[in-house]
């Protein structure tokens, strides 16, 4: 069965220093792999996505993610953490269906500190 | 840019209530998706549609629940007799290719 594993719940990071949220996937079948963000009473934001081709993917807001089939992850980064990046983010996981649904992670909030 | 769009933003109602939330998908998309959020917990897959039947459904979307595309462009989500627990974001969403669905903002449902 295909699942999405994101580990820990809640990270926090300062101003400034690197983010990186963790996602492993399972399937046995090529996936399509994403990273949506929900900031406070809002809906869910596409930051980015991998379907074929570069494993490295940039997204919006300075957000980045590399699929590695070897270590079936997707972990998200971002260099430099801004204050306003301060939301909850959710990986998530598709296959190579066209109506095939999207299968999310549990989520991480990502806190920003001052 | 074409959006998905969701109504009511908001809605409270009592237990045992009939709820339809609204759903206006992008206009040529033909997968249509609906997801549950409970306060603080993951985004969990309901049901989609397609070809004006479902094509999947998860154990949550039980015979309380139902989705009708009644005119071609809405599509709805019924909650036959609301409980406690069906208080939630709903999410509607839609696509046209494999890769990526498009979400609504959200419709948050209160049960009392």
């Known amino acids: 069965a295909q699942s999405v594993t994101q580990l820990g719940s809640h990270v926090s990071v300062s101003e400034g220093a690197l983010v990186l949220l963790r996602c492993n996937y399972s399937?046995?079948?090529?996936?399509?792999l994403f990273w949506y963000v929900q900031y406070p009473n809002q809906g869910l934001q596409l930051l980015l996505k991998y379907t074929t081709g570069a494993t490295l993917v940039k997204g919006i807001n300075g957000f980045e993610a590399e699929f590695k089939k070897s270590e079936t992850s997707f972990h998200l980064t971002k260099p430099s953490a801004h204050m306003s990046d301060a939301a909850e983010y959710f990986c998530?996981?598709?296959?190579?269906?066209?109506?095939?649904?999207?299968?999310f992670g549990k989520g991480t909030r990502l806190h920003i500190l001052p | 840019e074409p959006e998905v769009t969701q109504t009511p933003s908001h809605q409270v109602t009592q237990m045992g209530q009939e709820v339809i939330l609204r759903c206006v998908p992008i206009s040529n998309h033909l997968y249509f998706y609906w997801y549950r959020q409970i306060l603080g917990q993951k985004v969990e897959f309901l049901v989609s549609?397609?070809?004006?039947?479902?094509?999947?459904k998860s154990e949550i979307f039980d015979d309380q629940f139902s989705v009708e595309r009644p005119d071609g462009s809405n599509f709805t989500l019924k909650i036959r007799s609301t409980k406690l627990e069906d208080s939630a974001m709903y999410f509607c969403?839609?696509?046209?290719?494999?890769?990526?669905?498009?979400f609504g903002e959200g419709s948050r449902l209160t049960v009392l």
């Open positions: 399937s046995s079948v090529p996936p399509y």
């Open positions: 549609f397609y070809n004006n039947e479902i094509s999947e």
């Open positions: 998530a996981v598709s296959f190579m269906n066209r109506d095939d649904k999207i299968i």
């Open positions: 969403a839609s696509n046209r290719v494999a890769g990526e669905l498009f």
